[in-house]
């Protein structure tokens, strides 16, 4: 409770369970509650939150980790208490890029600046870039689809694989859940609000 995450990595045991969904609605939920929150997109294999925007992925993260652009300059407000930096040119080696000191320094600045850090990266299955980040970071929450065909010794390998750099893995998130029969939004025993999501 003194410490709380602060940088805090989304990754998933493999390809389109919804990771980067859950930043983007994640960052949204945060930034209605007041809280200074930034969205990164450090995955250079397939960058999405840009998308989701609406927003030209120009320069962002990599034309600040080439010293091309200040972090002012590639920070885009979205909503109040909401901002992003995007993935931006595409290093070809991103491994190498995500574990040197210009993104230690990088992370270091937001950490400074905002209340929350979202990190949207590879799934950790296909990459190590995720680890690279989880070592780096306060925290991971692991992003799982809930209607995908089980593989339970994937989401067990992701697992030991972030723990393996000494990560902490803050939870799972369960996306595409499919309610229970009679919880529909009507009844004492449900909820109705409204909210910007993103999908």
């Given amino acids: 409770m003194d410490d709380p995450p602060k ?3 989304l990754t998933s045991p493999g390809l389109r369970e919804g990771k980067s969904t859950t930043c983007a609605n994640l960052g949204v939920v945060l930034a209605q509650a007041d809280k200074e929150t930034l969205l990164v997109d450090c995955d250079f294999r397939r960058p999405a939150l ?3 925007f609406g927003l030209r992925n120009a320069w962002g993260l990599g034309g600040v980790l080439q010293d091309e652009r200040s972090l002012r300059e590639v920070c885009i407000e979205i909503l109040p208490n909401l901002k992003i930096v995007t993935a931006g040119p595409l290093p070809p080696n991103p491994v190498e890029v ?3 000191q210009p993104f230690a320094t990088f992370l270091a600045e937001v950490r400074e600046q905002f209340d929350y850090v979202l990190v949207d990266s590879p799934p950790v299955q296909a990459v190590s870039d995720p680890v690279v980040l989880a070592a780096q970071a306060d925290g ?6 809930a209607q995908a065909p089980r593989r339970t010794h994937l989401q067990q390998e992701a697992v030991r694989s972030l723990e393996a750099v000494r990560s902490v893995v803050l939870g799972l998130v369960m996306n595409n859940v499919e309610g229970r029969p009679g919880w529909n939004g009507h009844g004492s025993d449900s909820y109705s609000y409204e ?3 993103i999908r």
């Fill in 50 to 52: 840009h998308r989701m």
């Fill in 140 to 145: 991971v929450l692991l992003i799982l689809d």
């Fill in 98 to 100: 995500l574990d040197s």
């Fill in 7 to 9: 940088a805090i990595v």
């Fill in 195 to 197: 909210e910007y999501t």
